[in-house]
């Protein structure tokens, strides 16, 4: 999980690359959007799966730290796809690199290597591809708590909702 985890911080960076020496037209417009889906799926599977462990393993104060930096990057991933259509692209592309690569070395170089001694066994256990495509399929909604669920459930009039799982609760409201 972590090698392939590892794996994706590179084709990132070889798509941020390529795009600071990109011309403007389709193919650049068509490489941000790959750039940003694939990070939009990377951060939703370490988020989902990975910071959890962290938090319990490593410390909260890490796995809130790395949380944070997510969140800067989608603020950077919004500001370049301004860009994209304003002007002053490459600059908002050399920000963005910039903090994803801050980002990628404290994983890489920090906590990666201690999920590797005391997650071991539950690292073994993931297939990262499964893992892609759940958080690809089920979208928003493993963003929504339960709770959050069960709010757009009652909202909706759906029966039943007070037995249901959290992806129950995804597919009745709309949000799998």
């Known amino acids: 999980m972590i090698d392939h985890l590892i794996g994706e911080h590179r084709k990132v960076e070889g798509l941020l690359a390529q795009l600071k020496d990109s011309d403007e037209g389709s193919d650049r417009n068509a490489m941000f959007e790959e750039l940003a889906s694939s990070l939009d799926t990377h951060m939703r599977v370490e988020e989902r799966y990975i910071y959890p462990m962290i938090s319990d393993l490593i410390g909260q104060d890490e796995a809130s730290d790395a949380t944070d930096e997510h969140e800067l990057a989608r603020d950077g991933l919004a500001s370049a796809r301004t860009r994209l259509e304003e002007g002053a692209f490459e600059a908002a592309i050399e920000i963005l690199e910039a903090g994803i690569a801050h980002h990628v070395e404290e994983e890489e170089q920090e906590l990666f290597p201690q999920l590797r001694v005391k997650a071991a066994d539950q690292l073994d256990g993931m297939d990262p591809e499964r893992l892609e495509a759940h958080v690809e399929e089920h979208g928003a909604a493993i963003d929504l708590t339960k709770e959050e669920l ?27």
């Open 150 to 176: 069960y709010d757009l459930a009652k909202q909706q009039g759906i029966e039943g909702r007070s037995k249901m799982t959290k992806d129950e609760l995804a597919g009745a409201v709309g949000r799998s």
